[in-house]
């Protein structure tokens, strides 16, 4: 082909269709590279930047862990007895035993656990501190005990309160006590939160997209030179758009994973005190850390609010190509 | 190549730019615009690069009716037409290469391509070794050679520069002049702004002399 200007070649303005796709990925390419690179030569800027948005980011992230765990720990108190009934104190243990067998025939009784007057004084002894007072009775004055486990998916409130009132109709019963009340309130506290969570999150990725395009349009005010040669020479508005959206992609998504190991160190930094409080409870609880999903649906919504803010503030500020 | 019929432009700040001018470039025609500042020298130019839409008339570049260009078409127009300014408009934070590679880029040309032009457009106006400089580094003489590469490096069917040696010395001016001879002579039609009317006028190409937005005088096709 000649050097020489205006002979336009054939070939050149209608390249085949590979060569078009190639030239589009390597445009692209280098546009990744390129908005990358700057972010990187002006660090103060872009951690700035970043940490503002993992700060709002985490928040969110964070009260959906919250939720998360609230949620796993009432499963594993769904588990611990939801009744229980105390026997007339007069009914003997092998009476006890067997009422235990037939209740756990029972429509919504997973398990019946007995509680013998022995065991129910050890306890008492152990978490009362009355040792020395028990000490002094000559019998033990404790009725035996019947915990019983009910199936929770099966059994709403009314269903409760109804077997409640079944089990003290019962001759041997002397009183029943039931135990899911709170256990619906906190279920209440969790729906709570998981609204919370989206209304917070709504608010901070609104707060998201506005710090995104206020640092677009700062760097769109300061490329206007090049922006408005690039439109002169013939650049397409999404080619001028496209440097500005990679960016926001980039800012979205450091922002993202700034936000992640917030949240992973916030876990890794509370997984000791819960130990501890867990075993003062005698339980195995552990606190439970971002999975994988919730991970990639994190950085997914960052890089997509990103571009999104991006998005708004070159729409805004980046309609130079209309002539007047 | 490029028609104007019955072209007004009024701003509404200033009045009309252009008055009623009617005008015809045959292709691979030369011609110089001439007038006083204020003339209507630029805002011709930019109606050709539809930097600016007429007020009244009609403009054709290329068989093209710019007039009902719809916006999105606007830039594979401009790709048509290769711009010099007098400020060179260049970019100072990149080097000689990149400035010129820019039109290339925009539409979107391989890598491979980009190279071959932008160095055969550099040969062209002799700043070839120059490439890797930055255009801050240069000469004002080189400096609007760098805007003539770009310029010429899509190949366009026509060339429009709006005072291209107003900030140059004699010599580097008849240097750019030169240049433009030589596009000239490949084919190129060529449109340039110039208040430089004494060297113009010595020159054997078509003088078109505006003045308040009218067209005054046209010494015809050479």
């Not at chain 1, 054939?10 to 030239?23: E, G, K, Q």
């Not at chain 2, 028609?3 to 009617?22: M, N, Q």
Request: some cysteine.
């Amino acid at each position: 082909m000649s050097a020489v200007p205006g002979a336009r070649s054939h070939h050149n303005r209608r390249p085949r269709l590979r060569r078009r796709l190639r030239a589009w990925l390597e445009q692209h390419g280098r546009t990744v590279r390129d908005t990358a690179d700057h972010l990187l030569r002006t660090p103060l800027a872009t951690v700035m930047t970043a940490g503002t948005l993992a700060i709002a980011l985490a928040l969110p992230a964070m009260l959906h862990l919250v939720a998360v765990n609230l949620e796993q720990l009432t499963g594993s108190w769904q588990r611990s007895a939801a009744i229980a009934l105390f026997l007339d104190p007069a009914v003997s243990e092998e009476r006890a035993a067997a009422l235990a067998a037939e209740l756990r025939t029972w429509d919504g009784v997973v398990q019946v656990e007995l509680i013998s007057r022995a065991q129910g004084l050890a306890e008492f002894r152990e978490y009362s501190g009355l040792g020395g007072a028990l000490d002094q009775l000559d019998e033990n004055p404790l009725p035996v005990v019947l915990a019983l486990y009910t199936a929770p998916a099966q059994m709403g409130q009314a269903a409760l309160e109804t077997l409640t009132a079944r089990l003290e109709a019962l001759p041997e019963g002397d009183f029943a006590r039931l135990d899911a009340q709170w256990i619906e309130r906190l279920q209440g506290i969790i729906g709570l939160l998981r609204s919370a969570v989206w209304l917070l999150g709504a608010a901070l990725a609104a707060a998201v997209l506005l710090v995104i395009g206020n640092t677009i349009r700062l760097e769109i005010e300061n490329r206007r030179s090049e922006i408005q040669i690039m439109d002169l020479v013939g650049a397409t508005p999404a080619f001028v758009r496209r440097p500005f959206l990679y960016s926001g992609a980039w800012q979205g998504l450091l922002g993202g994973l700034l936000a992640w190991l917030l949240v992973v160190l916030a876990v890794s930094l509370l997984q000791g005190p819960v130990g501890r409080l867990a075993a003062l409870y005698d339980t195995d609880f552990s606190l439970q850390g971002l999975d994988a999903l919730t991970s990639t649906v994190l950085l997914a919504a960052s890089a997509a609010l990103g571009i999104l803010g991006s998005w708004l503030a070159v729409g805004r500020h980046l309609s130079s190509v209309e002539p007047t | 190549m490029i028609e104007f019929e019955h072209v007004t432009k009024r701003y509404p700040e200033r009045g009309d730019a252009l008055k009623d001018l009617s005008l015809r470039l045959e292709p691979g025609e030369m011609a110089f615009l001439t007038g006083h500042s204020g003339a209507g020298k630029s805002t011709l130019l930019k109606l050709i690069g539809l930097i600016e839409r007429p007020t009244r008339g009609q403009v054709r570049v290329n068989g093209r009716d710019l007039v009902r260009l719809p916006r999105r078409r606007i830039p594979y127009h401009r790709r048509e037409i290769g711009m010099i300014f007098q400020d060179h408009c260049l970019l100072g934070d990149r080097t000689v290469f990149d400035n010129v590679a820019l039109p290339l880029v925009a539409a979107g040309q391989p890598r491979r391509e980009i190279g071959r032009r932008v160095r055969a457009a550099l040969d062209q106006v002799g700043l070839l070794q120059l490439e890797r400089a930055r255009p801050l580094a240069l000469s004002s003489g080189e400096q609007q050679r760098v805007g003539i590469a770009r310029a010429i490096v899509g190949r366009p069917p026509v060339i429009l520069a709006d005072e291209p040696t107003g900030n140059l010395d004699p010599e580097l001016s008849r240097e750019i002049f030169h240049l433009f001879e030589r596009l000239h002579q490949v084919g190129v039609s060529l449109l340039i702004a110039t208040h430089d009317q004494d060297r113009v006028a010595r020159m054997p190409y078509r003088l078109l002399r505006l003045h308040q937005g009218r067209l005054v005088a046209d010494s015809g096709r050479w």
